[in-house]
Structures are given as C-alpha cells and as structure tokens.
C-alpha cells in the first residue's frame, strides 16, 4: 500500500488549493480514505472521509463549505478542494486509509492502517 500526496504549496489567504492522493496496492473500495492535517504543536484533526464506490463523504465541521473530497477510480486518486484558505489551515495534510471499507460517523477517531508523508498547506495572511 503507498499513498503519495501532492499540490500543496504556499498560497494568499482567500485562495484555493486542490490536493492529491495517488493510492497504489489496493483497490480504493478496499479501504475507506481520510485526508488528515497537524499543525505545529497541534494534535491531529481529521478533514474529510470518503467511502468507495458509492463516494459517500464526511467533512469535519470546523471545515464544511469549503472543502469538498471526491475520487477518480481510474486514477486511484483521492482529491481535496480547499477554497477560502484561512491562515489557520496551515498544516501538513497528508492522506491515510482506515482499516475497514467504510467512514460511518466514527471517521475521525477511526484507526489509520496506512498514511502517506504529506503535502505541506501554508496560508499566509
């Protein structure tokens, strides 16, 4: 299983960013997909959940209205639309999978199985 992230980068506040999860050794229906971030000194916030093949979609609540996940089966690739970007969504965003098929509304305690290194967001005010 590899999980490679792409398309962050250092953007104005106000803008956007669409982020990149290529998936390899599995099967996106295998496993359901989360994007993740961490801040410096910050713990861990889950940002979204995506569940193949139907492409149901969780979003954490701080988030809503400015994110949307979605999924390219052709190119086992998960996407994370970032619009508005605040100075606070700084962070290292990085995708991971959890162990069963499914978000279900436990998605962001859920245990991870597989991660990859992140994608660097910086949001300058």
């Known amino acids: 299983v590899q999980l490679v992230e792409s398309g962050g980068g250092l953007v104005q506040a106000g803008g956007s960013l669409r982020l990149s999860c290529a998936a390899s050794g599995f099967r996106l229906d295998d496993y359901a997909i989360v994007w993740l971030r961490q801040a410096p000194g910050k713990e861990r916030e889950g940002v979204s959940c995506i569940t193949r093949p139907d492409s149901t979609t969780y979003y954490a609540d701080s988030l809503k209205g400015r994110i949307t996940v979605s999924s390219d089966n052709a190119k086992s690739t998960i996407y994370l639309q970032i619009n508005n970007l605040k100075p606070q969504d700084t962070a290292l965003y990085y995708c991971?999978?959890?162990?069963?098929?499914?978000?279900?509304?436990?998605?962001?305690?859920?245990?991870?199985?597989?991660r990859g290194q992140g994608t660097q967001v910086t949001v300058s005010s």
């Open positions: 991971a999978t959890l162990y069963r098929p499914r978000c279900y509304e436990t998605w962001e305690t859920a245990e991870i199985t597989h």
